[in-house]
T-cell receptor, first 113, second 111 residues
Framework: GNSVTQMEGPVTLSEEAFLTINCTYT??????LFWYVQYPGEGLQLLLK?????DKGSNKGFEATYRKETTSFHLEKGSVQVSDSAVYFC????????????FGAGTRLFVKA | NAGVMQNPRHLVRRRGQEARLRCSPM?????VYWYRQLPEEGLKFMVY????????ESGMPKERFSAEFPKEGPSILRIQQVVRGDSAAYFC?????????FGAGSRLTVL
């Protein structure tokens, strides 16, 4: 079945550092890939998405590229801010049988001033 | 557009009681998903519903848990005879195409 594996956290960075959170997936067919972010006490919010190979999703300085050859969708940001502290979830959704979305375990990011 | 509305936000139950969690999807969305998040863990899919139909319940425990999404009114996740292990945050989401919009969650604590 479909699955998502992402790097364990927590990840602790200083402000303005470079961020990478690794994500790999297993899926049949051609899934859509997502990063969601969860701030304390809140539900998840869509951060970015990519629907086909080589697509790059981007939002708020975050980027991720859909790499079919390595089945990866790593999240990157060039310069993190304290306000980026949150839990980040990589996810995939198949394109058949509804839009059930499978999530990775989440990676907690702490950014220090 | 009020987004996905979940209530109650916090619910405390004693072992053996019933918990009912409600979810109203975004206006115009007819698909509802329920997920469970245990402390320091990711989201686990429970069930996917359309109006009056359960499409996929592969993540639902076989006993004590049920879900419905009636023609009128919110979707309801029902947990009978709760146990301490049911303590978690339960998130509802609705979808337009394949992007999920989440509610703020209902946090169940079983004493």
């Amino acid at each position: 079945g479909n699955s998502v594996t992402q790097m364990e956290g927590p990840v602790t960075l200083s402000e303005e550092a470079f961020l990478t959170i690794n994500c790999t997936y297993t899926a049949t067919g051609y899934p859509s890939l997502f990063w969601y972010v969860q701030y304390p006490g809140e539900g998840l919010q869509l951060l970015l998405k990519a629907t086909k190979a080589d697509d790059k999703g981007s939002n708020k300085g975050f980027e991720a590229t859909y790499r079919k050859e390595t089945t990866s969708f790593h999240l990157e940001k060039g310069s993190v801010q304290v306000s980026d502290s949150a839990v980040y979830f990589c996810a995939l959704s198949g394109n058949t049988g509804g839009f059930k979305t499978i999530f990775g375990a989440g990676t907690r990011l702490f950014v220090k001033a | 557009n009020a987004g996905v509305m979940q209530n109650p936000r916090h619910l405390v139950r004693r072992r053996g009681q019933e918990a009912r969690l409600r979810c109203s999807p975004m206006k115009g969305h007819s698909h509802v998903y329920w997920y469970r998040q245990l402390p320091e863990e990711g989201l686990k899919f429970m069930v996917y519903l359309q109006k009056e139909n359960i499409i996929d319940e592969s993540g639902m425990p076989k006993e004590r848990f049920s879900a419905e999404f009636p023609k009128e009114g919110p979707s309801i996740l029902r947990i009978q005879q709760v146990v301490r292990g049911d303590s978690a945050a339960y998130f509802c989401a609705s979808s337009s195409k394949n992007v999920l919009t989440f509610g703020a969650g209902s946090r169940l604590t079983v004493l």
